[in-house]
């Protein structure tokens, strides 16, 4: 990996030219080449811990708001940007204080209030969890779920924003949400987690074409 990288700095103006790559397109094989070796240099003992993931994880997320910073540095200086993922990965507080920081709370730390997380939910619908390929349907409707109190007034769409000092009764309380890939149900108090969040009535499955 580091003699690849070492060959397209060195012939970078050759594959310019014969591949119609732009320098951006270059600037970013070669950005997400060097955060790969970087994580595949780490020793076995420095990646995984006796409960393993979190330890992966930890490199992961870390490497994932340094990427977000070279793109600020050097692809949309001065720019608004958004970064849409996993809620977990942009939250800019912990729903877990035992986990290692996730990239939304290393982001958060650097930029402040100039890092705006939101959290994404739906109240029912059908869901593919890619894991064991298989689908299921889903319906939040506990009274302590985000998702209920969020959709109460049966909205296809509701907003909730916890950074200006609202007085939403349950956003400084805990509450659970549906979160397939974290065990399914997460607990979490949303103004500490979140700056602001939006439920969907309905997801459905995604198609592409």
Same mark, same amino acid.
């Given at each position: 990996? &580091?003699?690849?990288?070492?060959?397209?700095?060195?012939?970078?103006? !050759?594959?310019?030219?014969?591949?119609?790559?732009?320098?951006?397109?270059?600037? =970013?094989?070669?950005?997400?080449?060097?955060?790969?070796? &970087?994580? $595949?240099?780490?020793?076995?003992?420095?990646?995984?811990?006796?409960?393993? /993931?979190? #330890?992966?994880?930890?490199? !992961?997320?870390?490497?994932?708001?340094?990427?977000?910073?070279?793109?600020? +540095?050097?692809?949309?200086?001065?720019?608004?940007?958004?970064?849409?993922?996993? &809620?977990?990965? $942009?939250? #800019?507080?912990?729903?877990?204080? #035992?986990?290692?920081?996730?990239?939304?709370?290393?982001?958060?730390?650097?930029?402040?209030?100039?890092?705006?997380?939101?959290?994404?939910?739906?109240?029912?619908?059908?869901?593919?969890?890619?894991?064991?390929?298989?689908? !299921?349907?889903?319906?939040?409707?506990?009274?302590?779920?985000?998702?209920?109190?969020?959709?109460?007034?049966?909205?296809?769409?509701?907003?909730?924003?916890? #950074?200006? +000092?609202?007085?939403?009764?349950?956003?400084?309380?805990? $509450?659970?949400?549906?979160?397939?890939?974290?065990?399914?149900?997460?607990?979490? $108090?949303?103004?500490? !987690? /979140?700056?602001?969040?939006?439920?969907?009535?309905?997801?459905? =499955?995604?198609?592409?074409?």
């Amino acid at each position: 990996m &580091n003699d690849l990288i070492q060959k397209i700095e060195e012939n970078k103006n !050759r594959i310019i030219d014969s591949l119609h790559f732009s320098h951006t397109e270059i600037a =970013i094989i070669q950005q997400s080449l060097e955060l790969q070796y &970087n994580a $595949v240099d780490y020793s076995w003992e420095d990646r995984m811990d006796e409960n393993y /993931f979190p #330890s992966a994880m930890k490199i !992961r997320d870390l490497q994932m708001a340094q990427n977000i910073d070279w793109i600020l +540095g050097n692809l949309y200086p001065n720019k608004k940007i958004i970064i849409w993922g996993h &809620n977990a990965h $942009v939250q #800019s507080g912990p729903f877990n204080a #035992s986990l290692p920081k996730y990239m939304g709370e290393h982001l958060k730390e650097k930029y402040g209030e100039a890092y705006f997380s939101i959290g994404l939910f739906a109240y029912e619908g059908e869901i593919y969890q890619h894991w064991d390929q298989s689908s !299921r349907s889903f319906k939040n409707s506990d009274t302590g779920n985000i998702e209920q109190l969020m959709s109460e007034g049966a909205l296809d769409y509701s907003y909730a924003n916890f #950074s200006n +000092g609202s007085s939403i009764s349950w956003m400084n309380t805990a $509450v659970q949400a549906f979160e397939p890939e974290n065990n399914g149900v997460v607990s979490f $108090v949303p103004s500490i !987690r /979140f700056d602001a969040a939006i439920c969907i009535r309905q997801g459905n =499955i995604p198609t592409f074409e």
